[in-house]
Each structure stands twice: as structure tokens, then as C-alpha cells.
């Protein structure tokens, strides 16, 4: 949730500056922290998987920004980490 909402927060500033829309895509972010992590991330799924996923599938989620990617994924663990809590009971 944090990371959503801090790219929420630069796309915005990005957009101010701009005068303009203007979002980061999640790929370009990986790129610029670890070019060599997402090359390798590419031939391994693409050999290794199939190459059918990371055209369509995962390609598809490298261009959309990073916050609307991370924002339902960190609503998706925050949700099944409450629902692990409840189910945690104690002795006592």
C-alpha cells in the first residue's frame, strides 16, 4: 500500500509539473532500479515457463503505472493477512 501510494503521490507531482497526465509505468521503474534483474526476469519466464506469459500477460502489467498495480495487490494481502488474524485463536 505504501508504494501505491507513494507513486500515486510522484505521478501526481509528475503530472503538476507537467501540466499534464503523465504516469511511470511499473516496467520503467524496474528498469531503472535493476535493468539486469528484468532482462533475466524475461529470459527465465520466457524459457523456462512459456512465452506466452510475459507478452501478453505480464507485459501488460509492466506498462500500467505502479500504483494500480501495487494498490489492489496491497489490498489483496492486507486483506487475507486480517483474515489469518481472526482465525489465529489463543488459549487463554
Known sequence: ??????AAVLDGTRSIAAA???????GQYWFDLAPAS????Q????????PYLW???IFWFLE???WLV????????????ERR????????
Open 85 to 92: 488474524r481472526r482465525r489465529i485463536r489463543f488459549p487463554g
Open 20 to 26: 499534464a497526465w503523465t504516469t511511470k509505468a511499473l
Open 38 to 41: 528484468l532482462n533475466t526476469a
Open 70 to 81: 501495487a494498490g489492489p495487490l496491497g489490498f489483496l494481502l492486507l486483506w487475507l493477512g
Open 55 to 57: 507478452d501478453p500477460v
Open 1 to 6: 500500500m505504501a508504494i501505491a501510494l507513494v
Open 64 to 66: 500500467q503505472p505502479v
Open 43 to 50: 529470459a527465465a519466464i520466457q524459457r523456462h515457463v512459456n
